[in-house]
């Protein structure tokens, strides 16, 4: 079975420290892939996609993403974050069709 | 920008009744999406549709329904609301093999 993972529920972070969530997925087709940001209350907001090319993916508020074939995974990265990127963050992947299979979710805390 | 808007932000209604959750987005997208998000589970698609009238079950369909009469348009209908259907409900859409665009979601309650 096609499957997301996100390896950590929980990221605490101190403000201006480097970040990193990991999402693995289970395919050996091409595939194409999210990440999704979800503040308090709101919708999910796309941060970056990767669809074909570079597989450095520059994205929203400083974000980057890298796409590794190899180990099918598509870590995202943030090289100093603000007490504002306090949010959950969803990987999501488009496998062989046009419907997107989420991952559970990172939580993101960024304290002072 | 693509705007998806739904009905309501928050709705509380009790078991038993009839639940309609409207949702309309404004860029012509062929693909409309309904999925439910609870803690620890991520999203879940319930229901999507490709096309006018053309509808699809997700991954959890048991005890919902939908509707798309217009292209803008996609309503998600629970038939007889139970306590275990409180959660968030996520309307989104798309282009074909594109992103989704979601709207601020539903927050229901059923007591």
């Known amino acids: 079975a096609q499957s997301v993972t996100q390896l950590d529920s929980q990221v605490p972070v101190f403000e201006e420290a480097p970040v990193e969530l990991r999402c693995n997925y289970s395919?050996?087709?091409?595939?194409?892939l999210f990440w999704y940001v979800q503040y308090p209350n709101q919708g999910l907001q796309l941060l970056l996609k990767?669809?074909?090319?570079?597989?450095l993916v520059k994205g929203i508020n400083g974000f980057e993403a890298e796409f590794n074939k190899s180990q099918t995974s598509f870590h995202l990265r943030k090289p100093s974050v603000h007490i504002s990127d306090t949010a959950e963050y969803f990987c999501a992947v488009i496998f062989n069709d046009y419907k997107l299979s989420f991952g559970a979710g990172t939580t993101v805390t960024v304290r002072a | 920008d693509v705007k998806v808007t739904q009905s309501s932000r928050y709705l509380v209604k009790r078991t038993g009744e009839k639940v309609f959750l409207e949702c309309v987005q404004d860029?012509?997208?062929?693909?409309m999406f309904w999925y439910r998000q609870d803690p620890g589970l991520g999203l879940r698609l319930i229901y999507f549709s490709y096309d006018v009238k053309m509808k699809e079950k997700g991954d959890i369909p048991e005890g919902y329904s939908v509707s798309r009469e217009k292209k803008e348009r996609f309503s998600l209908i629970l038939e007889s609301a139970s306590t275990n259907q409180t959660s968030m409900y996520l309307c989104?859409?798309?282009?074909?093999?594109?992103?989704?665009?979601f709207g601020p979601g539903t927050r229901l309650t059923v007591t």
């Open positions: 860029m012509d997208h062929e693909n």
């Open positions: 989104a859409s798309s282009l074909p093999v594109l992103e989704q665009y």
């Open positions: 990767y669809l074909s090319g570079s597989t």
């Open positions: 395919s050996s087709v091409s595939v194409y």
